[in-house]
Nanobody
Framework: QVQLKESGGGLVQTGGSLRLSCTASGRTFIMAWFRQAPGKEREFVAAITWNFGVTYYADSVKGRFSISRDSAEKSMTLRMNSLNPEDTAVYYC????????????????????WGQGTQVTVSS
């Protein structure tokens, strides 16, 4: 099991950009970002495998968000551009140490480790 720590949340205007970071305390197979807005279910945003850097994106953020990993810093970064109010949510870092099937990447139950979350608010 690993501990996760997120940083970088905040308030931005529509069309603005924000960068989120997450650091894991140990080895993981895959790390991901999820988000949850009030009254909505937890939603997959993006993921990246640690060894090969294979990325996955939700259709709603594809082309606007970019996920990456930094081997030296042992961290994961989500760069968010062209933000709109629909992106407002609490963003959670997630990680899983065991092998994950491609079909399961977007499912919250796939991940056994979660950060505390960081608020992202996009004003209109």
């Amino acid at each position: 099991q690993v501990q996760l720590k997120e940083s970088g949340g905040g308030l931005v205007q529509t069309g603005g950009s924000l960068r989120l970071s997450c650091t894991a305390s140990g080895r993981t197979f895959i790390m991901a970002w999820f988000r949850q807005a009030p009254g909505k279910e937890r939603e997959f945003v993006a993921a990246i495998t640690w060894n090969f850097g294979v990325t996955y994106y939700a259709d709603s953020v594809k082309g606007r968000f970019s996920i990456s990993r930094d081997s030296a810093e042992k961290s994961m970064t989500l760069r968010m551009n062209s933000l709109n109010p629909e992106d407002t949510a609490v963003y959670y870092c997630a990680a899983e140490q065991q092998t994950v099937l491609k079909a399961s990447v977007m499912g919250p139950d796939t991940y056994g480790n979660w950060g505390q979350g960081t608020q992202v608010t996009v004003s209109s």
